[in-house]
């Protein structure tokens, strides 16, 4: 069965503070997909960033980053030198491969709130 | 390009009622997924629909049934409302191509059932 963990229901942090935000995968696929998006208050997701399986480089993109580490099964979001405007519930889900016809299901962790105060 | 849009943005039913949610997909996306978002949870996947086909279905009962139109835009049906189904729908489209996984969300509709 598939299934992500994202351990850390809430994390509060000060402006300019680092902060990892952790996501754990449980799959039998070889291939597979690991997402990560941003729900702000509005309640629209956001997509951040899409890995597959077969890459494990790390991605940095301004101030966000990405560590994905297959011998753990964990994908985790750094966001370096946060600001207000990260504050947001960010979820981390998983794609399985795609089967026959063009089935794009997420299997989605619960979600980290994360409060970045000024 | 246009963006993922939904309506109505909110709405409020009463237990035994019906409800239609409507979504306009992304400009050059042929694919549509609905989403069960209750409140403090992840999306539950309700659907998904690629050219105007069913293609795959979550552990929702067959009162939420759906379809897709040829301009891809979709419509998700809900009957007989239950109060477990006040959630945020959240839909999604994206293009069916092999090299294309991700997901654009709308705003959601806010379905309150009393």
């Known amino acids: 069965a598939q299934k992500v963990t994202q351990a850390q229901t809430e994390i509060s942090v000060v402006e300019k503070e680092d902060v990892t935000l952790d996501c754990v995968y449980e799959?039998?696929?070889?291939?597979?997909?690991l997402f990560w998006y941003k729900q702000p208050p509005s309640g629209e997701l956001v997509f951040l960033i899409r890995?597959?399986?077969?890459d494990e480089q790390n991605e940095i993109s301004g101030r966000y980053s990405w560590n994905f580490q297959k011998s753990t099964s964990s994908f985790n979001f750094t966001i370096t030198a946060s600001q207000v405007v990260d504050s947001a519930v960010y979820f981390c889900?998983?794609?399985?491969?795609?089967?026959?016809?063009?089935?794009?299901?997420?299997?989605w962790g619960l979600g980290t709130s994360l409060a970045v105060n000024p | 390009e246009t963006g993922v849009t939904q309506s109505p943005t909110h709405l409020i039913k009463t237990r035994g009622q019906q409800v239609t949610l409507r979504c306009s997909s992304q400009?050059?996306?042929?694919?549509v997924s609905w989403y069960q978002q209750a409140l403090g949870q992840g999306p539950q996947f309700i659907f998904q629909?690629?050219?105007?086909?069913?293609?795959g279905r979550g552990n929702f009962p067959p009162r939420f049934s759906g379809l897709q139109f040829p301009n891809y835009s979709s419509e998700m049906n809900v009957s007989t409302l239950e109060l477990g189904d006040s959630a945020l729908y959240l839909c999604?489209?994206?293009?069916?191509?092999?090299?294309?996984?991700?997901?654009?969300f709308g705003p959601g509709t806010r379905l309150t059932v009393t």
């Open positions: 890995r597959n399986s077969f």
């Open positions: 889900a998983l794609s399985e491969a795609p089967r026959a016809g063009n089935n794009r299901k997420l299997i």
């Open positions: 999604a489209s994206s293009f069916g191509g092999a090299l294309s996984y991700e997901q654009y």
């Open positions: 629909y690629y050219r105007e086909e069913e293609n």
């Open positions: 400009s050059g996306h042929n694919t």
């Open positions: 799959t039998r696929d070889t291939t597979y997909y």
